[in-house]
């Protein structure tokens, strides 16, 4: 019983981190599925948004508004403004330029445009961990047995039910909308979209901004969940979505949010069952893994070669 | 228009060479390396503090041997292959003493750089036992070794008798050099130890590790390592409410594991040196701390003011300002600094050296246990 009550907990952590990293993989996945390239900046643009959330929070409480609702809704807001214009300006200034080319030449512009942001913030912010306030305490505990007590805390909830609206919200975009038609045509032919009369220069900034504001809402919960923020924590959050969305198959949605989800199982099961030490060998293991046997990714088409 | 840039650029050369001789011959420069920025900053503040401290009040009293001392500052941002650049830095800028480095793992490569090109080290901060292991000459520290602080907090623990005790390293070298001797402490004296086993420095989820933790049933969690992650391993305990007593050694005493921490931080236990700031004979120069609006009672503040003031201590008695005498010098002699009466072994370590157990408080303040 005790066994089962903690295999239960581990996969509760496993799912809360998973869905973070799904949120800040559609970033990834969109913007490869549009132009190919692989924006090693949107992990900088994750923390930047936790920053931002995290100066919000700060300023809001600092003039004496309480009501906890409101002060997270505007550092949401103001967290999703400002990511999203970094992802849109980081498109202008570092990738249009040199969209195009050799594939090396924006992946080389993407991992400077990342140690940029990444100084950006040590120099703006310092270079310590901040802490981030704990707003949402407390939460459920149920099915004891012995000495071992599983919980669900309110953080762990809130962390889900954002994720969750923001698929929807995603995929009845991506689905329904005028521009999330426009997106799927680029994305399966930008050369032809184009003759076609849709503004491509106009739905590649789009998708830049919407994988931006999703990462900014993964900084908030991320920020808030672990509690301390630093200049470099993006980086690696970056990596492992960028995982979570390889093995899920880049370019696909649905794949970027499995992806995220079996990544934080896998890591909180390595960590539970193994040790803390393996936690990333296993993570970076599985990417390697899927290049090698299936490197669509889970739920990704096979690239059909368009001559 | 070649022959004029080839005149410049000797002149030019010239002049840097003759800028540096003249600095040279006037002033005995002593290198501060540690970090100014990163995750254990706050650290390197201390060191700086402190070392400026001790320059600033020697050079007011005469300076050492009738010249000034002059402080040199390096940033190894507490990383290794950095800490390798600076020392390196530091050869090519003639400097023949260094304060630093602070953490272990920095202070490990960078000492090889030292002793190779005959600079004299004194780190106020690394607690490695193997950083004096290897039978260096030039290598000195003001502090006492993991060895020494380990078995201190592996006592505190068993004296509480804990029905089982996890210890937990970030995997560095001094984060699992004194984790480990923890453990063979409890070890010897028949504790139970759940678990014993690593973080990756810079995680920031450790709800897994909570999660474990509880079902292992522990009563006490040793962690070996800095405030950044025991920080948050605090936070999300008491977010999952895990009932144990936590603690860590001096490189989570600081207020900054406060502001990670909140409320979590309060009852942590630390191995900590001793408030050297609390002893009467330091007051004066407490005072002059807090007339610079610095605060003196950082663990790492009082061992680099002693460690600048040994090195110059040392110049003095040797009458020479060449390394290998003066650590001769500081072997033989024997020293008051603000951190006590300082003797030094063979391997360059103090003879004695205490750490005491601190209880931590969520306001950033201690108290002394036992």
């Known amino acids: ?307 | 228009m070649t022959t004029s840039l080839k005149k410049l650029v000797t002149a030019v050369s010239a002049s840097v060479a003759l800028m540096g001789a003249g600095h040279a011959a006037a002033d005995i420069q002593i290198g501060i390396a540690g970090p100014m920025t990163g995750p254990v900053a706050q650290y390197g503040d201390m060191q700086f503090s402190g070392a400026r401290m001790a320059i600033e009040q020697i050079n007011a009293n005469g300076g050492v041997m009738g010249e000034k001392l002059v402080a040199v500052e390096y940033d190894d941002v507490c990383d290794p292959k950095q800490a390798v650049t600076v020392a390196n830095r530091l050869v090519n800028d003639g400097v023949r003493y260094v304060i630093g480095h602070l953490c272990s793992s920095s202070t490990q490569p960078a000492s090889d750089i030292y002793e190779d090109e005959g600079i004299l080290m004194v780190t106020p901060a690394s607690t490695s036992p193997e950083i004096t292991e290897r039978g260096y000459e030039l290598i000195f520290r003001t502090i006492g070794l993991d060895s020494m602080q380990g078995p201190v907090a592996g006592n505190y623990i068993a004296s509480q008798s804990p029905k089982r005790v996890a210890v937990i390293h970030d995997k560095q070298q001094y984060g699992e050099g004194i984790a480990t001797a923890v453990r063979d402490t409890l070890k010897d004296k028949g504790i139970e130890i759940a678990m014993f086993e690593g973080v990756t420095a810079g995680d920031k989820d450790f709800s897994s590790l909570v999660t474990k933790l509880k079902q292992a049933d522990v009563d006490y969690v040793y962690f070996g390592g800095y405030h950044p992650e025991l920080g948050l391993i605090l936070r999300q305990a008491r977010q999952a409410n895990l009932d144990a007593k936590f603690m860590g050694p001096e490189g989570v005493g600081n207020k900054d594991i406060n502001t990670i921490a909140g409320e979590a931080a309060e009852g942590l236990l630390v191995t900590l040196p001793p408030s050297f700031d609390e002893k009467a004979e330091n007051q004066s120069l407490v005072q002059a701390f807090e007339a610079k609006g610095e605060d003196p009672s950082g663990p790492f503040v009082l061992t680099s003011y002693a460690a600048v003031q040994l090195v110059a201590d040392g110049i003095e008695a040797a009458e020479s300002t060449d390394p290998f005498d003066v650590a001769a010098a500081l072997r033989s002699g024997s020293f008051e600094t603000p951190i006590g009466t300082v003797q030094y072994d063979k391997a360059g370590d103090m003879k004695s050296f205490e750490f005491v157990v601190y209880e931590w408080h969520s306001d950033g303040s201690k108290t002394p246990v036992n």
């Not at chain 1, 990293?21 to 599925?33: E, F, N, P, R």
């Not at chain 1, 305490?137 to 805390?153: A, K, P």
């Not at chain 1, 090698?292 to 096979?302: Q, S």
Request: aromatic share 10%.
């Open chain 1, 1 to 307: 019983m005790q066994d089962l009550l903690y295999f239960s907990q581990q996969l509760i952590n496993g799912l809360t981190i998973g869905s973070a990293y799904a949120l800040i993989a559609i970033g990834y996945t969109m913007v490869y599925g549009i132009i190919g390239m692989i924006n090693f900046a949107h992990g900088e643009i994750y923390m930047i948004g936790a920053y931002t959330a995290l100066i919000a929070i700060t300023g809001l409480t600092a003039l004496g508004l309480a009501w906890l609702p409101l002060i997270l809704v505007v550092a949401l807001l103001c967290a999703m403004l400002v990511s999203s214009s970094m992802g849109w300006a980081v498109e202008r200034v570092a990738y249009r330029p040199v969209r195009g080319r050799h594939r090396l030449i924006p992946l080389i512009s993407a991992i400077g445009m990342s140690i940029f942001l990444q100084n950006y913030v040590h120099l703006a912010q310092g270079s310590r961990n901040v802490g981030f306030p704990a707003l949402i305490e407390g939460g459920f505990n149920f099915g004891s047995d012995g000495n071992f007590q599983m919980s669900l805390s309110y953080m762990q909830i809130t962390i889900f039910v954002t994720t969750l609206i923001c698929m929807t919200a995603l995929s009845l975009f991506i689905s329904r909308s005028r521009t999330g038609r426009a997106c799927r045509a680029v994305s399966q032919d930008l050369g032809m979209a184009s003759l076609l009369g849709i503004d491509t220069n106009r739905i590649i900034s789009a998708t830049f901004i919407i994988g931006a504001a999703l990462a900014a809402v993964a900084g908030l919960l991320l920020g808030m969940y672990y509690g301390s923020i630093d200049p470099l924590f993006g980086f690696i959050a970056g990596l492992k979505a960028f995982t979570a969305a390889v093995l899920g198959g880049i370019g696909s949605i649905p794949g970027a949010m499995l992806g995220g989800l079996i990544l934080g199982v896998a890591e909180s099961m390595t960590s539970g069952y193994l040790s803390g030490e393996y936690k990333d060998v296993v993570s970076f293991g599985l990417l390697i893994l899927i290049l090698l046997f299936k490197p669509t990714g889970l739920l990704g088409k096979p690239e059909v070669e368009k001559i």
